[in-house]
Structures are given as C-alpha cells and as structure tokens.
C-alpha cells in the first residue's frame, strides 16, 4: 500500500477508461477540474476524472499532510506508544491516512492507528486501496456524523468544496461540526487542511469553531506569496511520495498553497 501502487493503478483505469461525456467534446479531465474549481459546482462523479485527479494532485496532499506532522511533531507530542482512532471527513482517496503510515514507518514510531473515512462520492471506492486498519462509509457530511471516541480528525480541502457549491450548504455543515466538536474527548486533534484564501472558507470556518476548542496552532506553506497571517510556516514543500516514470498525468512536485490548522479539544 503505497502512494506509487495508488497512482499507478489510477494510470491504469484512466488508459482503459472512456470520456464520460456524450456532447462530442475532446476528451480533457484537466478542462472538467477546472470548470468544477472556477465556473460550476463540483463534480466528482467520473471515474476517470478522479483518477487524473488523483495521480496529479495525489502525492501533493499526502506531502502536506506529511509535512505538517514533522513540523508540528503532534504524533510524537500525543499519540506515541498508543493505538488510535483517526476519522476523515470528505477522505477522497485518503492522503491523510498515506501521510500517517509513511511519518509512522520513517519515525520508526511506536504507534497503530484504524482509520475511518467518509465521503460522498462512490466513485472513489474503485480507486482506494484496500487495507486491514481503514473502513470507508459512503456518507454525505450534510446528513450528520459523530466525532466521539476519535483521538484525531482530518477535514482536507473539503469546506471550501461544500462552500463553493452552496454557501447555506457550508452554514449547516458548520452547525453539524459544532454540535460534534462538544463530544470530542479531551485531549483529541482537529486537523483542517484547506485552500489558503479568505474566499474558500478559511477565515469563516476557523471564526466558527476555535472557541470550541482550548488551543489553535495555525500552519501555512510559504509559497506562491502565500498569505501569512501570523501562521507558523512549514518550509518543506516538495512532494516526498514516490510514483511511477510512466503515468499518463505527472504529479506535482510541490505542495499547494494551503493552510492547516491544528485544534486540540
């Protein structure tokens, strides 16, 4: 179970997989992320389109997630020499649990955790791969879910998605997450990872929930001019995930311009 397997099996679907699209039109996953990122609602719908996805932006999120670990140093702080519970909210293809095992296995760290991840889109349960310490639950975040009993709990680049779409639907997501936050353990983790702009939530969603919480430590990559906002930078930045030479779609090789906040119950 690696990144590599993940991306070269994505490769593999893509170069078999038809266009979803009957309209005539040429054949451009790069075209539909970017109508699904600027003029319309997101789409995640198509097989295909999530394996271009995946191989593009897929070693980028798990190095973020990475990075973070090593410059925050939470595992080591909290968690080792225990087994923990994790749960992802909007997990896609899980970079935060890739992130996990690869920062566990190069620490040599004396930790097993079982992952939960929940996501909306059934597409995505063709691509994952299948490992003994991860469940997946097809789940729109919108109908509820609990937050009990999880030491930690990631939210990666999934508000922003949920605000773009419909700003009422990022209110009700927000008033499910406060009620939930009251009945995290004490001493448990919220780990938000987003987009690095005011228009994309950040601001909103961190004004929201920080007063739910004893402590907030903020996060920012320092790249692309990327707003600061008193954040503790994380300046490693380069994709650290291996991936095979020949994939259709290169990955990138750096991370994005985000920011992750640490919240601690």
Not at 46 to 58: A, E, I, P, S, V
Not at 78 to 100: Q, T, W
Request: glycine letters at 6%; hydrophobic letters at 30%.
């Amino acid at each position: 179970m690696s990144i590599e397997t993940l991306t070269g099996s994505c490769n593999d679907i893509f170069l078999a997989s038809d266009c979803c699209h009957d309209d005539g039109r040429i054949c451009s996953c790069y075209d539909c992320l970017g109508e699904d990122y600027y003029s319309r609602a997101d789409s995640y719908n198509c097989q295909k389109k999530l394996c271009y996805y995946t191989m593009n932006y897929g070693p980028a999120y798990a190095s973020e997630i990475y990075h973070y670990l090593s410059a925050s140093q939470l595992l080591e702080r909290e968690f080792n020499g225990r087994s923990i519970r994790v749960l992802s909210l909007g997990c896609g293809f899980s970079p935060d649990a890739y992130a996990l095992d690869r920062y566990i296995d190069d620490n040599n760290l004396n930790i097993t955790f079982d992952y939960t991840g929940y996501d909306m889109e059934i597409s995505w349960n063709g691509l994952r791969e299948a490992y003994q310490n991860r469940d997946y639950e097809t789940r729109n975040l919108l109908n509820g879910f609990s937050l009990a009993g999880y030491d930690i709990v990631f939210m990666c680049k999934v508000f922003s998605t949920i605000k773009r779409n419909d700003v009422n639907s990022g209110t009700a997501l927000l008033n499910i997450l406060k009620n939930e936050i009251n009945k995290m353990n004490n001493g448990s983790y919220f780990i938000f990872n987003e987009v690095n702009h005011r228009d994309f939530g950040r601001d909103w969603f961190d004004s929201e929930i920080k007063n739910l919480f004893s402590r907030c430590t903020q996060f920012y990559f320092p790249i692309e001019k990327a707003y600061n906002g008193g954040y503790i930078p994380i300046n490693n930045t380069g994709n650290i995930f291996e991936f095979p030479d020949n994939l259709a779609v290169y990955p990138k090789t750096y991370v994005n311009k985000s920011i992750i906040f640490e919240y601690r119950k």
